[in-house]
């Protein structure tokens, strides 16, 4: 199985083949005697960055030549790490060169003869480093990406156009849940007597809780209401950005910038005076039941029969929902125990529905992976996560052999929370494409519950090397997607990582909650260029980082 480093070298082989390029091309910056070497490192580095992607493939496919690949990526990634701390070298002796002031002390007149004479012998020998790893690739006959025959993998641009609509597979085995919230949506003598009530989904995380209210909210069935609203919550509870949330579905002409918390309850109160609402809070943690009265207070001027969908993994939750002085009064509080939505695990019939929906087309041919297919579907343990993102993998590796791979690789985590979850979820990584795998593990560096503009997101993979262009990023926010490690927002421009899935993310990088932790849990080597890639990041950034909110 690929691992960080692994991750982390593919960056690092983008970012030397680039720069090997542009050296290559600005003969001013090169001694005589370093051009040739240069040139040729350049296209060296430029075909093994080629060949990353079928690398990849075949170790994700397992069995012997799984493991000979597998070594030869440990040794590419020795090799990029080189190139990259000889190119720093060389891009300081330049930059020593240019900034020197006419007086020019004795021991700087010696550091830089003593790297006129070291440099080309770094050179020299990391172009036979290159020339040998690339000898070696040639021997193990890795395919270049773009020349790469399709085979059994499906075609990446399958993923292109995925939307909401398609995203439903995980409310496979929940018709009944369904139909139970909308039929208290919609009971008009509830409506007729009631103030506002809440509709609780309680579940462990992956059990589709989002995704159940996401298939009542856009269903037609409940376009009857005037005012609707869906806000991602997570576990830092603030009562202004849900607030602005709120109203910015609402009315999206407000200007909220900068605005406080008594402003956006006066317009809130503007906005849903006399009007139904209703609201979905997705990902509710928060247990202080004053916190939570005041959020009912922010939300209370709705008409009679206006809804609020919660949805979250912890009871205490829906008990504190039910206190306060609103919840005594009837006018704001959880519907009755027995109405509330429980959600439990999936059969293994209906987990293998849920994959068979991912990873087949309506024609397609399943006969000779029915039998293995089921038995994928037994790993998932009833949570529809797990094999959705099975699913997604699964429609890449199409054959008796990988299924069969996936089948019989067993991870174990120790004794950690959601450990049988989140050992399934890791089978879906390690089996998840290269660029894929690099941009999902790029995710886990950001806060939990983080939402963040997709533009920029994507701009952010380009600037790192893990994608090449716009199209690319697309292709794997709706790879990501299809698996539900992302979610798109209502207006499908800003988009933000489910927590367990940041929870999952985090485990092949081996970090918890700070990134300190995870360079202590690498190798030297993969920590500091891990560091490296991540002050290049941070020192892009700008002020529109408020614009990622929880």
């Given at each position: 199985m690929s691992g960080f480093g692994e991750i982390i070298a593919s960056a690092v082989g983008k970012q030397i083949a680039s720069k090997?390029?542009?050296?290559?091309?600005?003969?001013?910056?090169?001694?005589?005697?370093?051009?040739?070497?240069?040139?040729?490192?350049?296209?060296?580095?430029?075909?093994?960055?080629?060949?990353?992607?079928?690398?990849?493939?075949?170790?994700?496919?397992?069995?012997?030549?799984?493991?000979?690949?597998?070594?030869?990526?440990?040794?590419?990634?020795?090799?990029?790490?080189?190139?990259?701390?000889?190119?720093?070298?060389?891009?300081?002796?330049?930059?020593?060169?240019?900034?020197?002031?006419?007086?020019?002390?004795?021991?700087?007149?010696?550091?830089?003869?003593?790297?006129?004479?070291?440099?080309?012998?770094?050179?020299?020998?990391?172009?036979?480093?290159?020339?040998?790893?690339?000898?070696?690739?040639?021997?193990?006959?890795?395919?270049?990406?773009?020349?790469?025959?399709?085979?059994?993998?499906?075609?990446?641009?399958?993923?292109?156009?995925?939307?909401?609509?398609?995203?439903?597979?995980?409310?496979?085995?929940?018709?009944?849940?369904k139909d139970k919230i909308i039929r208290l949506l919609l009971n008009k003598g509830a409506i007729a007597r009631e103030g506002i009530s809440i509709i609780p989904i309680v579940g462990l995380g992956g059990l589709g809780k989002s995704t159940l209210a996401e298939s009542v909210f856009v269903d037609k069935r409940v376009n009857d209401f005037e005012v609707r609203a869906w806000v991602h919550v997570s576990k830092e509870f603030d009562l202004r950005k849900i607030g602005s949330a709120i109203l910015k579905s609402i009315n999206s002409s407000i200007n909220l910038d900068n605005c406080s918390l008594q402003f956006l309850q006066e317009n809130l109160k503007k906005e849903l005076a006399g009007r139904r609402y209703l609201i979905v809070l997705d990902d509710l943690w928060e247990e202080d039941g004053d916190k939570l009265e005041r959020l009912k207070q922010m939300l209370q001027h709705g008409r009679k029969g206006s809804r609020v969908i919660v949805t979250t993994r912890n009871q205490s939750v829906v008990n504190k929902l039910s206190t306060g002085v609103l919840a005594h009064q009837r006018k704001f509080c959880p519907v009755p125990n027995s109405d509330q939505i429980n959600l439990f695990v999936l059969s293994t019939d209906e987990c293998w529905e849920v994959m068979k929906q991912t990873a087949f087309g309506p024609d397609d041919d399943k006969s000779d992976l029915e039998e293995i297919g089921r038995e994928i579907a037994e790993k998932c343990w009833g949570v529809p996560l797990v094999a959705i993102a099975l699913g997604q993998v699964m429609s890449e590796l199409r054959t008796v052999e990988a299924w069969q791979k996936i089948r019989d690789t067993n991870i174990d985590l120790g004794h950690r929370d959601h450990k049988k979850t989140l050992e399934r979820l890791m089978l879906s990584y390690y089996y998840m494409k290269l660029d894929f795998k690099m941009c999902f593990t790029y995710l886990a560096a950001f806060p939990k519950g983080f939402i963040i503009e997709s533009d920029r997101l994507i701009q952010q993979w380009k600037a790192l090397g893990y994608i090449h262009g716009w199209d690319d990023g697309k292709r794997c926010i709706n790879y990501l997607m299809g698996m539900s490690f992302l979610q798109i927002s209502r207006s499908s421009v800003e988009a933000w990582m489910n927590r367990l899935s940041k929870k999952y993310g985090e485990n092949p990088s081996r970090?918890?909650?700070?990134?300190?932790?995870?360079?202590?849990?690498?190798?030297?080597?993969?920590?500091?260029?891990?560091?490296?890639?991540?002050?290049?990041?941070?020192?892009?950034?700008?002020?529109?980082?408020?614009?990622?909110?929880?």
């Open positions: 090997l390029g542009e050296l290559a091309t600005e003969e001013a910056t090169l001694q005589w005697r370093f051009k040739d070497d240069v040139e040729v490192m350049a296209d060296k580095m430029q075909d093994l960055e080629a060949v990353l992607h079928d690398a990849d493939d075949r170790l994700r496919r397992g069995g012997r030549d799984g493991e000979v690949v597998g070594r030869w990526l440990t040794k590419f990634k020795s090799v990029a790490y080189d190139a990259e701390d000889v190119l720093d070298d060389l891009d300081a002796t330049e930059l020593l060169k240019k900034s020197q002031p006419k007086l020019k002390l004795f021991f700087s007149r010696n550091n830089q003869i003593f790297q006129r004479i070291t440099m080309p012998h770094k050179l020299k020998k990391l172009r036979g480093e290159i020339e040998k790893i690339g000898k070696e690739g040639q021997a193990l006959n890795l395919v270049r990406h773009q020349e790469q025959a399709q085979g059994s993998i499906i075609n990446n641009e399958s993923f292109v156009g995925i939307c909401d609509e398609g995203l439903r597979s995980g409310v496979v085995g929940r018709d009944m849940e970090h918890r909650e700070e990134r300190e932790e995870l360079e202590s849990q690498m190798s030297d080597s993969d920590s500091e260029h891990l560091s490296r890639y991540g002050q290049e990041d941070s020192e892009n950034e700008d002020d529109e980082q408020d614009d990622w909110y929880l």
